[in-house]
């Protein structure tokens, strides 16, 4: 199995940090960044960044524009979700319209899976 870290991908995630989407930066200034237990941001895991980050928790945060919902980005998801659970992480992901329309809902939702995983240690 590939290593957790990936240093070949440490400037990426940097430059990804930098240039947030405004769905990202919403939900990291109104959310997670004040959130009880900590979220990083544009994280590495093996050969892929995840969005946001809980290490408590094993929680992935994935943010997904439009082109997420074509058939071929679809399935490379599916294959990278697969990917980051062979490390015990789950992933949530939510389209930039839920960030957009159902901000509550979504913050609601962390919450509980995060609150379900740290109870399930």
């Known amino acids: ?8 991908l440490v400037e990426n995630a940097r430059e990804l940090r930098k240039n947030m989407t405004p769905q990202e930066r919403h939900l990291w200034y109104d959310f ?6 900590r979220f990083a941001r544009q994280k590495i895991i093996g050969k892929y960044i995840v969005d946001f980050y809980c290490a408590k928790a094993r929680l992935a945060v994935e943010l ?3 082109q997420h919902y074509e058939d071929a980005a679809r399935c490379i998801d599916e294959q990278r979700d697969e990917y980051i659970a062979r490390f015990g992480i789950r ?7 839920d960030i957009n329309k159902h ?4 913050c609601t939702q962390i919450d509980d899976v995060v609150k379900q995983r740290i109870k399930a240690e």
């Open 1 to 8: 199995m590939d290593r957790k870290h990936n240093p070949a």
């Open 32 to 37: 997670l960044r004040g959130y009880e237990l």
């Open 64 to 66: 997904d524009g439009s």
């Open 91 to 97: 992933v949530l992901r939510f389209s930039n319209n």
């Open 103 to 106: 901000f509550y809902e979504v």
